[in-house]
């Protein structure tokens, strides 16, 4: 059956008209053949299995009251789309993995992330709602972060100044507390998994490398980005994910601040020198505080039994004066103020 074929049979499934959706006065089936049209373009191949597939999982999903929008992200195995979820009655994100490639990632880490974000519940967490398997995909329903990503923010205004960056980092961290409580290591840290809700609020999300881990226990397997990670990751040693965890986060806060990467990771043996004699150097017309440039310091220690526990930077001096909270009111990232 080829594409065209397959497009007529899904558009005359459905006859009659919603009273309202989400997309305004559309019909079932203007919106059947938009998305159908839309996902047919979005398709790596053209062929009929491929957009048969897509169809499937487009007609679970409606089924359960979720209505695709725009993509919002992409990944080597998976696709993020905002939607909206009529039950709820909002937008939700969709995190949609295909799990036909048989890949390292899909056997491993697949499960163990199904398993690990059903787990959560904590305020600067992203939430997971379901988890649909529809073969070949499985699809996360979470939270939806309407700001984007930290990326995004640093990217628009060159950096975060410190103030503001005391907010989010204040949250960060207390994510990252409660992961430790439940033996869960993120591995994964870097600005582009730290989302901002309409209010502005931190929330860590992407948990496809994370693992349980008790405090003791290493691993071996090589997680997240390598201009993010631990120098004992680079050099293929055994590691402690809630310590890596500690390095990445301390990257990030640099990254933040500066709007600049502390380590150039286009030589992996130049950056991983600088890293081991504890080098590191700060861009002057960010006129840092003391305060902060001594906490990352701390952070990105090579050696990983000597790096700043979360405890210990909550008490930090630059950290000490901010008490944890959340914002409740909508946030305009066009004026950067809270609106009333």
């Known amino acids: 059956m080829n594409l065209q074929s397959i497009i007529l049979v899904i558009l005359h499934l459905r006859e009659r008209l919603l009273d309202s959706n989400p997309f305004g006065c559309y019909t ?14 979005e398709s790596e191949s053209d062929n009929s299995e491929t957009v048969a597939s897509n169809v499937t999982i487009l ?35 969709l995190k949609i993995i295909d799990t036909s490639s048989n890949s390292d990632f899909i056997i491993r880490f697949l499960p163990r992330e199904k398993i690990i974000v059903q787990q ?8 997971n709602f379901d988890i649909i398997n529809e073969e070949p995909y499985v699809c996360f329903v979470q939270e939806y972060a309407m700001h984007g990503d930290l990326l995004q923010k640093i990217k628009k205004n060159n950096w975060i100044d410190e103030d503001e960056g005391r907010f989010y980092f204040r949250q960060l ?19 582009e998994n730290v989302l901002l809700d309409n209010c502005d609020n931190v929330k860590l999300g992407d948990f496809g490398f994370a693992r349980f881990m008790k405090a003791d226990e290493v691993s071996h397997t090589f997680c997240g980005s390598r201009a993010y990670v631990a120098p004992e990751l680079l050099r293929s040693y055994p590691y402690n994910g809630f310590l890596a965890d500690i390095w990445s986060t301390g990257i990030l806060l640099y990254v933040m601040v500066t709007g600049f990467m502390p380590y150039d990771d286009r030589n992996i ?29 701390a952070m990105v220690h090579p050696i990983p039994l000597k790096r700043r526990p979360y405890d210990e930077i909550i008490k930090s001096s630059w950290l000490a004066d ?3 909270e959340l914002r409740s009111k909508p946030f305009s990232q066009n004026s950067d103020k809270i609106t009333s």
Not at 173 to 191: F, G, M, P, Q, V
Not at 285 to 297: D, F, G, M, Q, T
Request: aromatic letters at 8%.
């Open 269 to 297: 043996n130049k950056m991983l020198e600088k890293q081991l004699q504890h080098r590191i150097t700060f861009p002057r017309r960010r006129n840092l505080s003391a305060e902060v440039k001594e906490l990352i310091y």
């Open 59 to 93: 007609k679970c999903l409606q089924g359960k009251g979720i209505y695709y929008k725009q993509i919002i992200g992409k990944g080597t195995f998976s696709s993020v789309r905002c939607a909206w979820h009529s039950e709820m009655k909002k937008n939700v994100a």
């Open 173 to 191: 961290i207390e994510a990252l507390t409660y992961l430790k409580s439940i033996n869960i290591a993120h591995r994964d840290i870097k600005c």
């Open 120 to 127: 959560l519940n904590h305020a600067n967490i992203i939430k």
């Open 322 to 324: 901010i008490k944890y």
């Open 28 to 41: 079932d089936v203007i919106w059947e053949k938009r998305c159908i049209k839309k996902m047919a373009i």
